[in-house]
């Protein structure tokens, strides 16, 4: 019984454990949270043109800094729902993929990795609210992404 009772203490913990890092994923983007007004996120990263897709706003910078080639802001109604960041090509082979896939894998956790391909692959975390995709195609660096989407 006891060894029982202290079998099912050590799963909990290691449940806890689990679920305690999945909170480290912020609920938005960056200091954003989801659901936050489009002019507060344009005031927060300036120099961005407004625009639509699928009749549903979209704000995008490029080349915000020497890392990022664009990052596209989407807001249904009005308020963040997500934001695509897609790496610059030179930033990613100077990196390299695999310090950029542990560079997140540090802050998030495991996550869920796909099943590698020579079409696309990608590693996932999330929690209850927002799902972060870390997506990338070997051999193609312009096409590393970093997606974040309210859940």
Do not use: C
Not at 13 to 33: M, P, R
Not at 102 to 125: D, E, F, R, T, V
């Amino acid at each position: 019984m006891m060894k029982k009772l202290f079998g099912l203490l050590m799963l909990a913990q290691l449940v806890f454990a689990a679920s305690s890092f999945a909170g480290n994923i912020f609920n938005g983007y960056e200091e954003i949270k989801w659901g936050t007004l489009f002019h507060k996120v344009m005031d927060a990263y300036p120099k961005g043109k407004l625009g639509e897709y699928n009749k549903e706003m979209i704000y995008t910078q490029d080349k915000p800094d020497d890392t990022i080639a664009s990052r596209l802001f989407a807001f249904k109604e009005g308020l963040l729902t997500s934001v695509s960041v897609t790496f610059e090509a030179k930033y990613v082979k100077e990196t390299g993929i695999e310090n950029l896939k542990q560079k997140y894998i540090k802050l998030y956790g495991k996550g869920k990795a796909s099943k590698p391909s020579s079409h696309m692959s990608s590693i996932a975390w999330e929690n209850k609210q927002t799902k972060i995709s870390f997506l990338y195609v070997p051999n193609r660096p312009e096409m590393t992404v970093l997606q974040f989407e309210k859940k």
